[in-house]
């Protein structure tokens, strides 16, 4: 594997709940490091938006599950809905309304434009949980995102097969059957 940057956040929530129901303070400060690399130190483009490997400058479907949930539960709300946005002028199609896989930055290129089923899914759930942790200030950030996450789900819908699977490129019929997109 390439080294994760986004995917060690995707824990983070469970870590603070688990500072806040313990006291432990070892839990509080190993998702207070996560939080400051995630806005500090990660690697990112050149208008902020975090990229999902160490080894190249890609942004990948999943990562809007992994940090954007974190990010919100953590206090930073405007941050989580920044990358959500950044990831979304990336990798969306707006014709298909579905999520490309995986985005070059430096080639300005999709190494992987295929609408990966699992990805799209990611991108729902990780949207669905920044919108319970946006505070009640952010409402209208809630509800774009809402509709983002309307807008993939019914377009992933509309290529769901009569047994209610999925194919691993959601519009690609000729790719294996999964089950983690339904």
Known sequence: HDGGVVDPAASGE?????????????LRAGADRMAAYLLHHAPRTDDGILYHILSGP???????YMAPPF??????????????????????????????????????AFPRRDFWGVGNGWCAAGMARVIRSL???????????ARYVQEVIDACLAYQRPDCRFHDVVDDPTTFVETNLG
Request: glycine letters at 4%; hydrophobic letters at 40%; charged letters at 30%.
């Open 71 to 108: 990010l919100a539960a953590a206090g930073y709300p405007a941050e989580a809905v920044k990358q959500i946005n950044g990831f979304r002028s990336r990798l969306w199609d707006p014709q298909k309304k579905l999520f490309s896989h995986r985005w070059d930055e430096a080639k300005q």
């Open 14 to 26: 469970a870590v603070l709940a688990a500072a806040r129901i313990t006291g432990d303070p070892q």
């Open 58 to 64: 890609e942004i990948w479907s999943d990562a809007t």
């Open 135 to 145: 505070p009640v200030s952010m409402e209208r950030e809630k509800q774009q995102l």
